[in-house]
């Protein structure tokens, strides 16, 4: 039903800036809790922010807190996450997912819709 498209990845420097945009079809964001998800080589998924629909509120993981902020254009139907001061630990495949069903927002069995994923790679 929702089709969700990432970019804006790349390779940096350590200390340097990325924002990954999510655009979405088939339906409109402002129905969903939305996040974002970070895969690592040799590590699980794990959520990085979401950002909930119902409580119009946002929370991110310990690890990017104070440096990645996740927000949302509705008009133009795209999620956001600025990353700034970046570390090689950043690292990972970044995903895109939509529509939160429930339980700890940062387990990606809890959400329905999913992105192909955008590459962040962070040099030291």
């Known amino acids: 039903q929702v089709q969700l498209v990432e970019s804006g990845g790349g390779s940096v420097q350590a200390g340097g800036s990325l924002r990954l945009s999510c655009a979405a079809s088939g339906d409109t964001i402002t129905k969903y809790s939305m996040a974002w998800f970070r895969q690592a080589p040799g590590k699980e998924r794990e959520g990085v922010a979401v950002?909930?629909?119902?409580?119009?509120?946002?929370n991110t993981a310990d690890s990017v807190k104070g440096r990645f902020t996740i927000s949302q254009d509705n008009a133009k139907n795209t999620l956001y996450l600025q990353m700034d001061s970046l570390k090689p630990d950043d690292t990972g495949m970044y995903y895109c997912a939509a529509l939160w069903l429930g339980g700890a927002w940062s387990l990606s069995r809890n959400y329905k819709y999913w992105g192909q994923g955008t590459q962040v790679t962070v040099s030291s």
């Open positions: 950002i909930y629909t119902s409580n119009k509120g946002t």
